[in-house]
């Protein structure tokens, strides 16, 4: 069963850094693009950027670009998310997803990873 | 950047109908569409891909049309458990998502 486990509720604080976490189960990870999507409260999604787990390929949403980072431990079938400063406008839900083969959409979603950022 | 836009932003039906939700593109993606279900509190499901590619799984009264920059996802006979939002997203370059459909009960 293809399972994507994301890491658990996070609250920081403004100016503070944070890395969350999803790891892939029941599939060969590396084979797979694996994407990142922001929800804010109440809003819609938002796409921010992709990593091929195999060789480490990222692109980035030209929104997203700069503000984040994206990476991969294929050792451990997880991808990251990560943030240097954090700001409150970064308050939202994070969901990481497995794409399509040869589609760029997503099949598999993680549960979602709800970050925080309030001083 | 290729904007989507769904419309209704919101609308009112009751079990049985048969509802249609319209997804347009700032420019042309030809196929490159997929639409998603989305109950509170979880993540999106994958309804369709490719503009009428029905994902495994999901049932047969989920379709989608169109091609271009028009796109049509219909639920031809409203079950309970549909009450939801529906996204498309495009991938015909970069990824974007439209800003969303909520089905709510009439």
């Known amino acids: 069963e293809v399972q994507l486990v994301q890491s658990g509720a996070e609250v920081k604080k403004p100016g503070e850094s944070l890395k969350i976490s999803c790891k892939g189960s029941?599939?060969?990870?590396?084979?797979?693009?694996i994407g990142w999507v922001r929800q804010m409260p109440g809003k819609g999604l938002e796409w921010m950027g992709i990593i091929y787990p195999g060789d480490s390929d990222t692109r980035y949403s030209p929104s997203f670009q700069g503000q984040v980072t994206i990476s991969a431990d294929k050792s451990i079938s997880t991808a990251y998310l990560q943030w240097s400063s954090l700001k409150a406008s970064d308050t939202a839900m994070y969901y990481c997803?497995?794409?399509?083969?040869?589609?760029?959409?997503?099949?598999?979603w993680g549960q979602g990873t709800l970050v925080t950022v309030s001083s | 950047a290729i904007r989507m836009t769904q419309s209704p932003s919101s609308l009112s039906a009751s079990t049985g109908d048969r509802v249609t939700i319209t997804c347009r593109a700032s420019?042309?993606?030809?196929?490159?569409l997929a639409w998603y279900q989305q109950k509170p509190g979880k993540a999106p499901k994958l309804l369709i891909y490719?503009?009428?590619t029905l994902q495994s799984g999901v049932p047969s009264r989920f379709s989608g049309s169109g091609s271009g920059t028009d796109f049509t996802l219909t639920i031809s006979c409203l079950q309970s458990e549909d009450f939801a939002t529906y996204y498309c997203?495009?991938?015909?370059?970069?990824?974007?998502f439209g800003g969303g459909t909520k089905v709510e009960i009439k």
């Open positions: 420019q042309g993606i030809s196929s490159y």
């Open positions: 490719a503009a009428s």
């Open positions: 997203q495009q991938y015909y370059s970069y990824l974007t």
């Open positions: 029941g599939y060969s990870f590396t084979s797979y693009w």
């Open positions: 997803a497995r794409e399509v083969p040869a589609a760029n959409c997503f099949d598999y």
